[in-house]
């Protein structure tokens, strides 16, 4: 469960409610940060605020439909006004509350978008692969042929995320706020330096370079 919540002052007690019924919730205040979370891991619900602070609720939300997430959505709007439900409903979400709104309702809600989306849940993989490189989930070790390579830790979060998301162009912001788990520095020159070693890694295996990069967006693998 992730809750992209912002003006919702009652934000602690959504968490403190879907806790109490059973379900484990993530909190995040940004749009752009929750939609990273969601590519790179994957939750099985959504409250999702009519009004986070760096995008609109409704421009998350088509994000997420456009890359293929499809976790329930419940949106959750200050703003009690028909039209704005209409235009929730029609842009992918699946559920929409007003507030002021009944906190046990809104578990109820989740439950019933939770029994009607039963098949969700990623299965577990061991091995990612694309085209001839292969990324062991397990053991951490990046194998092209009869050659592996041992990662470090940074290294295999980068990796992990692009070759989940291989063939999407990924922006900078999007690959900081899914590895490091923070607000994307436009002056930091991590993303940079980590891409350089794996590239390096990859030409070290033997196999051909996958990491492009995408000028003036970010990169995209294979």
């Known amino acids: 469960m992730i809750c992209l919540a912002h003006k919702i002052t009652d934000r602690s007690e959504i968490v403190h409610t879907l806790n109490a019924g059973g379900l484990s919730a993530e909190v995040t205040d940004s749009g752009h940060q929750g939609i990273s979370r969601l590519m790179s891991t994957g939750y099985d619900a959504v409250i999702l605020s009519r009004t986070p602070p760096d ?13 293929g997430a499809q976790s329930p959505v419940l949106m959750v709007s200050p703003v009690a006004d028909v039209h704005e439900r209409i235009e929730g409903l029609r842009a992918g979400a699946d559920d929409y509350m007003s507030m ?66 291989a063939g999407q162009v990924l922006t900078r912001s999007m ?24 590239r390096k890694k990859v030409r070290e295996l033997g196999a051909q370079q996958m990491i492009r990069t995408v000028r003036g967006s970010g990169y995209r693998f294979g």
Request: glycine share 2%.
């Open 55 to 67: 995008l609109d609720g409704l421009s998350v939300l088509a994000t997420l439909r456009g890359i």
């Open 175 to 198: 690959i900081f706020e899914a590895v490091w788990d923070r607000h994307f520095d436009p002056d930091t020159n991590l993303i940079d330096v980590h891409v350089a070693r794996l």
């Open 100 to 165: 002021p709104f009944s906190f046990d309702e809104m578990l109820a809600r989740i439950e019933v978008l939770l029994r009607t989306r039963p098949s969700l849940k990623k299965e577990v993989q061991p091995m990612l692969r694309v085209d001839s490189l292969r990324l062991d989930l397990v053991k951490r070790t990046l194998m092209f042929q009869q050659s592996k390579l041992r990662m470090q830790p940074t290294e295999f979060r980068l990796l992990e995320f692009m070759m989940r998301h």
